[in-house]
């Protein structure tokens, strides 16, 4: 009968860091060591196991059959020695593991949600556990939490999807504006929205843009961008108009670099939850996690 050693759990790692990954040359990031030492310990595991578990070639990466299954079972493993962990760390009264978390881009500076905070209260009441910290766009959130790939999310979640629970947060609000050399950054007044609507416009590329419906519909949507940093990039080449959150927009503003557009007319609020899996184990520093942005979020309302 074969038993398992800590190198033995070391080539393990390294291989559902390579399945993952898609193949040996991705993995050397992750794993932070060159494509032939990766291809040496895979050769080892191999060797150890007595099985085949992945082709290389002209077709690309693949696991084999028995990969496959070496790689369900080593995450189960893995799984099982956290579990393990955490029972003996909470007889001591402590909490420990991971937290994978991923959040909309430029949430600092929010008012309504001081991520800041609520991450060194986090720290303080568990101080053992591994934050991980991602951002993401709201459909890979959802992606990643249904795979089980991250515990929660916090962005806009306009569609709910099957099988995830969504916890109500806060508001943020969302205004137009325009950048130096803009044909209405010197303006003396705007035109009509139906006029603004023929501007280039510069939207984030999930959801169709950042626009609510019913609001000003741009005819002209051809620039978008995966994170705010772009598009305030776009917005500030004197190119494109583009509504941004006022804690992204508040330095640039403040140094005459942006121009509110009709803002009585043309903001609006986008509402951020956090959003969770339904029918997972859910572990103490995931309890602990909701609970504090529950109690963060009473006391904004």
């Known amino acids: 009968m074969m038993s398992i050693s800590s190198p033995d759990i070391h080539l393990l790692r390294v291989f559902v860091t390579v399945a993952e990954a898609g193949g040996f040359s991705p993995a050397q990031i992750a794993l932070n060591v060159s494509q032939s030492t990766i291809s040496t310990q895979m050769a080892d595991l191999e060797a ?30 893995f799984d099982n020695c956290k579990r393990f962990t955490s029972k ?43 934050l991980n910290l991602r951002l993401h766009d709201p459909l890979e959130i959802e992606r990643q939490i249904l795979d089980q790939k991250l515990h929660a999310g916090i962005h806009t979640f ?8 969504y916890v109500s947060l806060f508001d943020e609000r969302q205004t137009l504006y325009c950048g130096p050399g803009h044909p209405l ?83 609006y609020n986008t509402h951020f939850e956090c959003a969770f899996s339904i029918g997972t184990r859910i572990s103490r520093a995931q309890r602990v996690f909701e609970e504090t942005l529950m109690a963060h979020a009473k006391s904004t309302h």
């Open 158 to 165: 306009p569609n709910h999807a099957p099988g995830l629970r």
């Open 185 to 267: 950054f010197d303006a003396t007044e705007f035109p009509d929205i139906e006029e603004l609507s023929q501007f280039d416009y510069a939207a984030k590329n999930y959801y169709g843009g950042m626009l609510r419906p019913g609001l000003m519909q741009p005819k002209k949507l051809s620039t978008n961008s995966s994170n705010l940093e772009g598009v305030v990039a776009l917005i500030l080449s004197g190119e494109f108009i583009g509504h941004l959150p006022d804690q992204t927009a508040a330095s640039w503003h403040e140094k005459g670099m942006l121009r509110p557009i009709l803002p009585d007319q043309l903001s």
């Open 88 to 130: 003996v760390s909470a007889l001591r009264g402590e909490i420990t593991g991971e937290l994978h978390i991923a959040t909309a881009d430029s949430l600092l500076g929010n008012p309504d949600f001081p991520i800041d905070r609520i991450i060194r209260t986090l720290r303080h009441k568990m101080p053992a556990v591994a």
């Open 48 to 77: 150890r196991l007595g099985l085949k578990l992945c082709r290389r070639g002209r077709a690309g990466f693949a696991l084999t059959d028995d990969g496959r299954v070496v790689y369900e079972a080593a995450k189960e493993l």
